[in-house]
C-alpha cells in the first residue's frame, strides 16, 4: 500500500522560507506516469493546488503562487520537497503532498502537516 | 481560470440522503471528481470521474454531473460521513486543478 509522509518545521517566520518534504513508502516515485503534488487548506482558501513535480525533476506551479515556489525530487530517498519563500500569515495551512496518475485524480495522499507562519 | 461553487454546508439526519452539489459554468462537459477530508486524517477520493467508486468507497456513495451541477449523493448516511467535502476536476484552459470551496457536511 503506498503511503506518503509529509515532515518539516510547523512553525516558520514571517518573510522566511518555508520547507517541506514527503517521503513516499511501499512504491517507487521513479515512474513516468505519475506527478507528485503539494496541496494546502486554509480557512480562507479552501484546497488549493501549490504545484507539481516529476520525478524527472520538471515542474508545473499554480500561477498564483509560481514567483515563491520551488519544488524538488530525490529519487534516491524517494522523497520530493516544496520550498516557498517569503511567507506571510495567509500561508499558514495544513500542507499535504499527494500522487496524480496522469488525466486522473490525486489518488493517494499524506496526512498533512500543519504550518503555521508567524512573526 | 475555471470557477467551482459549492454550499459552505449541509445537515442531514441519520439515515436520510445527502446532496452536495458543486456549480460551474457547463460542468457537465467536464470529469469531476470528490473527496473527503477529516481532520487528522489523508484525504479520501470517494468519487472519480464523475461517478465512479474507487475500490473500498461504500455503494451508499454516488455521483451525478450534467449541465451546470455535478452532486455528490450520500444514502443513508451514518455519523461517520461527517466530514468536509470538496469537488475537483482539471481545468483544461489553465491546464492545473481547480478546487470547490468545501462543503461541511453534519449529521444530525
Known sequence: QLQLQESGPGLVKTSESLSLTCTVSGGSISSTSFSWGWLRLSPGQGLEWIGSVYYTGSTYYNPSLKSRV?????????????????????????????????????????QGTLVTVSS | SYVLTQPPSVSVAPGKTARIPCGGDNIGSKTVHWYQLKPGQAPVLVIHYDSD??????????????????????????????????????????DHPVFGGGTKLTVL
Not at chain 1, 520551488?70 to 516544496?82: A, G, P, Y
Not at chain 1, 495544513?94 to 493517494?108: E, H, M, N, Q, V
Open chain 2, 53 to 94: 467508486r474507487p475500490s473500498g468507497i461504500p455503494e451508499r456513495f454516488s455521483g451525478s454531473n450534467s449541465g451546470n451541477t455535478a452532486t455528490l449523493t450520500i444514502s443513508r448516511v451514518e455519523a461517520g460521513d461527517e466530514a468536509d467535502y470538496y469537488c475537483h476536476l482539471w481545468d483544461t484552459s489553465s
Open chain 1, 70 to 110: 520551488t519544488m524538488s525530487v530525490d529519487t534516491s530517498k524517494n522523497q520530493f520537497s516544496l520550498k516557498l519563500n517569503s511567507v506571510t500569515a495567509a500561508d499558514t495551512a495544513l500542507y499535504y503532498c499527494a500522487r496524480r496518475f496522469t488525466g486522473s485524480p490525486f489518488d493517494y495522499w499524506g
